[in-house]
DNA sequence: CTTTCGATGATCT
DNA sequence: GATCATCGAAAGG
């Protein structure tokens, strides 16, 4: 049983990106707490991880409890904690987080003062807490990174993914009730 | 408030 | 050549 911040991490990608929100996430001690996830398996038409093992998604064949990061239209990072066991292929995209921790360097970083948006979105959270592709596949319960469970009990709420043409309507997109750091409003 | 579009690179057809 | 788990600027209502 691979479990961090008191979140199992064997356990499946919905349960995982539930059990996700509220746990704070710092880089190098830069970040804040998770407001906005997104589960995606193997069976899943919208997941990296559909066609099978490859370069690209090769972290998230890898060992649960590890970051996996890609490049999103050639611009930007993307961090998603692997889930499940190894070889499996599941993965939660960390999409949102309320700036708990560092926020002056983060607004350097993403050149702004509105904190609202530093990390509101998986690419602009990317930029916050300066991750790139040197962190794809290191494990999440060593320096830099640093995983703290929920404070006290959180409302969890859920939608449709954002961003995918396939498999639209699952409802695998999961949120902190009434944050306004979130990258869209749930509905 | 909404929609549209360009940027930029890896991956796939 | 097309698509993409995105973002920000620009244009229109």
């Not at 804040?32 to 099978?52: F, L, M, Q, W």
């Not at 949102?96 to 602009?124: I, K, S």
Request: net charge positive; with cysteine.
């Amino acid at each position: 049983m691979r479990k961090l911040a008191e979140i199992d991490f064997s356990a499946s990608s919905l349960q995982v990106a539930r059990a996700l929100i509220g746990v704070s996430i710092l880089v190098d001690g830069v970040g804040g707490r998770i407001v906005e996830t997104e589960a995606y398996d193997r069976e899943d038409p919208a997941s990296h991880s559909h066609i099978g093992p490859k370069p690209r998604n090769a972290s998230m064949f890898g060992p649960p409890g590890h970051a996996y990061v890609y490049r999103s239209y050639g611009i930007h990072w993307c961090l998603n904690f692997v889930c499940r066991e190894t070889g499996h292929g599941a993965g939660v995209l960390i999409r949102a987080l309320e700036p708990t921790a560092g926020r002056e360097v983060m607004r350097h970083r993403r050149g702004l003062q509105d904190d609202r948006l530093l990390c509101a979105g998986p690419g602009r959270l990317a930029q916050a807490l300066s991750i790139t592709s040197a962190h794809d596949g290191l494990p999440l319960d060593r320096p830099p990174f640093q995983l703290e469970p929920a404070a006290t009990p959180v409302a969890v709420v859920c939608g449709v993914r954002i961003g995918i043409s396939k498999a639209k309507d699952l409802p695998l997109r999961f949120g902190l009730a009434g944050s306004r750091y979130a990258s869209r409003p749930f509905n």
